[in-house]
């Protein structure tokens, strides 16, 4: 296999395979994106409200699987790139795959805390599929991005396929905030988890293709001026300091005061909704001020979101769901740049062919570790005296703000590491 193709030969790929390939490859992501929503929104409200666990103790469950995901993440990375290198599709591994991530996820939900090592266990078989399914369909990104515009498009349908998938997880939600919502959590998470394998399936067939085609398909994408001014090293630092306070952040929707708001239920889905939103700005930011300017701005947005929530919630009516609306629209741009950066970064690395799949791999290590710190910081804070003891731990006002205090230090940091002299070149 080649690094480099002719302009001609780039042009045939893109033809052949920027329609069905890239449907399979959306639909998959849709499917993966259920699991990663729905294990990173519902499992500490599930084993906290429905299973009994305790707040710290689903926080430091959380903690060990996102954390075990992550080091699969950097294992399965390296593997597929040694696989690749001899020619060996990963699709008939991936068959299997598929329906033992829905298995396992459903299982490490609903046992008892007498149970824990077999939850822990089935939480562990759950990331360990997940890291097999999720790190090589990433990679594809790079690959199917021959040009700038289609890259774009595939970062756009990747955002409305978790969009798409964050708010199924917000409708499956709303029944499991009701009291007898027990009666509904099994079915519920059981038939979510059925039709996301159903929707991962296609991609394996057009698997194979996929793996064939280089990361590098024209000159002119690999050439110096087309190369990302934000380094790797860089864009994972920023997506450490985002993604850890933002998790907490998101996580703590069902922990709110939001009683006495008739609006409460929808806020999740407001939240998600901004983050489908995002797709109509992020392009035209993105045109105007470039890729690692925009990072900026979206979490510049972020921060003064963040501290404003208190004084959202106490304004109450439509207020928090305008918040969690803004702060959607901030975290979808985010996350619609940084895997823009990332897909580019892999593209003009002349190292991509041997490490393209490492490079993806560990910048969603770094994703699922701030991830799990996120859990656990937020399990910590539900078990201060200051938050309500119900079945579903509530914080209050000191609690809160001191959420808030922490996530918005984080997305400053983040917004800091992108204003950069280097990182705020015009080519970016």
């Not at 079915?187 to 194979?208: A, D, N, R």
């Not at 293709?209 to 380094?231: D, F, K, M, N, W």
């Not at 489908?276 to 105007?288: F, Q, S």
């Not at 809160?400 to 230090?409: E, F, H, Q, T, Y």
Request: with cysteine.
């Amino acid at each position: 296999m080649t690094s480099v193709l002719s302009s001609e030969s780039a042009a045939d790929v893109v033809a052949s395979s920027s329609r069905h390939d890239v449907r399979d490859y959306t639909l998959a992501h849709l499917g993966k994106s259920v699991f990663w929503v729905a294990g990173d929104a519902l499992t500490m409200c599930i084993l906290i409200r429905y299973s009994g666990y305790q707040p710290a103790a689903a926080g430091w469950l959380f903690l060990a699987a996102l954390f075990w995901n992550a080091i699969c993440d950097v294992a399965v990375g390296y593997w597929a790139d040694r696989r690749a290198a001899t020619g060996r599709s990963l699709a008939p591994i991936l068959c299997v795959t598929a329906p033992m991530l829905g298995i396992a996820f459903v299982v490490s939900l609903f046992l008892r805390p007498q149970e824990w090592p077999w939850t822990l266990l089935a939480a562990l078989v759950f990331r360990t599929s997940f890291a097999l399914f999720d790190v090589p369909h990433n990679t594809m990104m790079a690959r199917m991005s021959t040009t700038p515009a289609i890259g774009l498009r595939i970062a756009n349908l990747r955002t409305i396929a978790a969009g798409t998938a964050a708010l199924a997880v917000g409708f499956v939600a709303l029944p499991l905030l009701d009291s007898g919502g027990e009666v509904y959590a099994l079915p519920l998470v059981l038939g979510l988890s059925s039709v996301s394998i159903v929707l991962m399936l296609p991609f394996l067939g057009v698997l194979p293709r996929l793996e064939r085609l280089p990361y590098q398909p024209t000159a002119i994408v690999c050439s110096p001026a087309a190369a990302p001014t934000l380094g790797f090293t860089r864009l994972c630092a920023i997506s450490a300091c985002g993604t850890v306070v933002l998790a907490a952040l998101s996580k703590a929707i069902f922990h709110l005061d939001l009683v006495h708001n008739r609006w409460a239920k929808a806020a999740l889905l407001a939240m998600m909704l901004g983050r489908i939103a995002a797709i109509v700005t992020a392009g035209g930011l993105i045109a105007r001020f470039g890729k690692a300017r925009t990072l900026c701005i979206a979490y510049t947005a972020a921060t003064l979101l963040i501290m404003g929530l208190p004084v959202a919630l106490a304004a109450g009516e439509w207020m928090p769901l305008v918040f969690f609306l803004l702060l959607g629209l901030a975290l979808g741009t985010e996350i619609i740049v940084s895997w823009l950066i990332l897909a580019a970064l892999v593209r003009a690395s002349t190292a991509s062919m041997r490490y393209g799949a490492s490079r993806f791999g560990i910048f969603t290590m770094i994703t699922k570790v701030t991830t799990g710190i996120g859990g656990l910081i937020l399990g910590l804070l539900l078990s201060s005296p200051d938050t309500t003891a119900t079945p579903l731990p509530v914080m209050q006002g000191a609690t809160l703000w001191s959420l808030c205090a922490l996530a918005a230090v984080g997305t400053t940091v983040a917004a800091w590491l992108t204003r950069t002299k280097h990182a705020m070149k015009s080519s970016q």
